[in-house]
């Protein structure tokens, strides 16, 4: 039996029962669709997020490749996917989970409230979270004038002058959002090429309100109450150059959530869960995962819902 803490908050919840067919941890698509699939296929399904349903795509302003929508803010499909799984019967909570015990066929998790609820099969669906970047500044500074979320924090930086850190589709789709609301805002990325998907890289140069520095990383985040002065070194020539800015927003790409799960399923070296391929089972049989956690080419919504419906499925077969 193995036992860890996962943190977490939430109040209790006394509509739970104390035994589901499945237990998804993470309410983001990954999590979401399986409860769709799992709910619609006969098991009794129980949702744990222990912060807003619909995980990172709650804080994305549009989302344009998720297929039948050409267009949908996040905190809509975020909604529309909650009130699927529930429509089907899942349940959804905010309960925090405290700890985890694996026991033979019963996966047992121990909410914080000291309430202890059994499964047949768990899937963790816990997604990632932006990395930071590590200088001088980024933690004073965070929250004042330091973000890892446009949509959240953007209206602050209204007619102003912001730094984007990053080439990714992260750093140029919030890029593109927060230049409808800021007065320049400049991309710098460490190369000379974007990494973000062709569409958005042809928005982002032909956006007048948006600037490149190239080969370039922030060293040092300055600034008095609020950030005021970005210190770069470009990593071609050893340059260093005072960038003065009234915010700095940081994607530089995702660390997995999966701290807690360490000792207990395999994981690639930087804490992605490895999951077999066909059936999205982790080591520990019985546990499956999905999502942007997982060992994985391509983290977009399409394929964090797809492996959801996998890993469901493949849990009915094996399991039910
Ligand atoms: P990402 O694709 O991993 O890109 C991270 C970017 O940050 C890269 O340009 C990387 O540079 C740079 N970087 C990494 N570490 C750095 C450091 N220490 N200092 C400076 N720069 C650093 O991450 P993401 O943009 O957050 O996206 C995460 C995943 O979500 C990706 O799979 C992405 O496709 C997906 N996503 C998709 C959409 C969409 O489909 N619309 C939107 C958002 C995110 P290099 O290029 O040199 O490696």
């Known amino acids: 039996m193995v036992f860890f803490d996962l943190g977490g908050s939430g109040a209790g919840d006394s509509t739970l029962d104390n035994s589901y067919d499945m237990i998804i941890i993470g309410g983001g698509p990954a999590g979401l669709t399986a ?31 998720y297929p039948g929508f050409i267009s949908i803010e996040g905190m809509e ?36 409230n000291g309430r202890q609820i059994d499964a047949k099969t768990l899937l963790i669906a816990t997604g990632a979270k932006h990395r930071r970047l590590g200088v001088p500044g980024e933690s004073t500074f965070d929250g004042k004038g330091v973000s890892y979320c446009a949509v959240c924090d953007g209206a602050f930086f209204a007619n102003k002058h912001v730094a984007v850190i990053g080439g990714g589709n992260s750093a140029i789709e919030e890029g ?9 805002v400049t991309v710098i990325h460490r190369r000379d090429q974007l990494r973000a998907d062709k569409i958005l890289q042809d928005r982002a140069f032909e956006n007048q309100k948006m600037e490149f520095i190239w080969d370039t990383v922030v060293e040092k985040i300055e600034g008095d109450k609020f950030v005021s002065n ?6 071609k020539d050893g340059s260093k150059e005072d960038l003065p800015v009234d915010g700095i927003f940081i994607y530089i790409g995702l660390v997995p959530n999966s701290d807690l799960f360490r000792n207990l399923l395999k994981m690639t070296p930087e804490g992605f869960i490895i999951t077999d391929h066909k059936s999205l089972e982790t080591s520990m049989p019985g546990v499956y995962a999905a999502g942007d956690v997982i060992d994985k080419e391509l983290r977009q919504i399409i394929n964090a819902a797809a492996d959801g419906a996998t890993a469901v499925s493949s849990a009915i077969k094996t399991y039910f």
């Open 35 to 65: 409860a769709i699939y799992a709910a619609r296929g006969g098991l009794k399904t129980l949702v744990l997020e222990k912060s807003t349903e619909g995980g990172q795509i709650t804080v994305t302003q549009k989302v344009e490749n």
């Open 176 to 184: 593109l959002y927060l230049a409808q609301l800021a007065e320049k």
């Open 77 to 112: 499909l975020a909604e529309r996917l909650a009130e699927h799984a529930r429509h089907f019967g899942a349940d959804i909570s905010t309960n925090g989970v405290a700890n985890l015990s694996f026991c033979c066929d019963k996966k047992s998790v121990t909410l914080e």
């Open 230 to 235: 970005l210190v770069l070194k470009n990593v």
